[in-house]
């Protein structure tokens, strides 16, 4: 069984870098699954921001490219998403997801709300 | 991108209802679609994916169907924990892209 448990600030400032971990616990994270976030703006559906393979190929939803980066620490058991340049649009909760397949998310993070604001 | 379109948005059903939810893409996708349950306040659970294949350890009252743009989630009879918002999912290609949620409510 697959868990996956979020940490970082709950608050950062517009124009700064939003950094969050995943700890990955009861799965190898170098075991050929795909890892990634997805997060959920108050009161509205979800958005895939990017996913990474262990071997460290990495997919990112075109609209935020230019600001994400999803990377793997194997030695940690651990996966980061940095997002530069953050507004106030970014304010979500993100989840970290991790699945046998790129398309397909079987284990989710409990979310980490992560507010854009002064 | 792949538009994914969900109908209803909401829907007021009944314990032991059955309850049908629809799923609309862009562009045909075969059967690459995903269906996650949420509950209030927690995170999304897979439910089914490639459009009929019933996740691990998912109660047997869900089921899906459906191939090329329209896609069906049904659950046969509906219990007290299935009052939850459903989104679906394409995994054809990516960017990945989900319908904009259907909310189950009492």
């Known amino acids: 069984q697959v868990q996956l448990q979020e940490s970082g600030p709950g608050l950062v400032k517009p124009s700064e870098t939003l950094s969050l971990t995943c700890a990955v616990s009861?799965?190898?994270?170098?075991?050929?699954?795909?890892w990634g976030w997805i997060r959920q703006p108050p009161g509205v559906g979800l958005e895939w921001v990017g996913s990474?393979?262990?071997?460290?190929?990495?997919y990112y939803d075109p609209s935020l490219k230019s600001r994400v980066t999803i990377s793997v620490d194997t030695s940690k058991s651990q996966f980061s998403l940095k997002l530069t340049s953050v507004t106030a649009a970014d304010t979500a909760v993100y989840y970290c997801?991790?699945?046998?397949?790129?398309?397909?998310?079987?284990?989710w993070g409990q979310g980490n709300l992560v507010t854009v604001s002064s | 991108d792949i538009q994914m379109t969900q109908s209803p948005s909401s829907l007021s059903a009944s314990v032991g209802d059955r309850v049908t939810i629809t799923c609309r893409a862009g562009?045909?996708?075969?059967?690459?679609l995903n269906w996650y349950q949420q509950r209030p306040g927690k995170a999304p659970i897979l439910l089914i994916y490639a459009a009929s294949t019933l996740q691990s350890g998912v109660p047997s009252r869900f089921s899906g169907s459906g191939s090329g743009t329209d896609f069906t989630l049904t659950i046969s009879s509906l219990q007290p924990e299935d009052f939850a918002t459903y989104y679906c999912q394409q995994s054809y290609s990516t960017p990945l892209t989900f319908g904009g949620g259907t909310k189950v409510e009492i």
């Open positions: 997801v991790g699945g046998r397949w790129l398309q397909t998310f079987d284990s």
């Open positions: 562009q045909s996708i075969s059967t690459y």
């Open positions: 990474i393979h262990h071997s460290g190929s990495t």
């Open positions: 009861g799965h190898s994270i170098s075991s050929g699954y795909y």
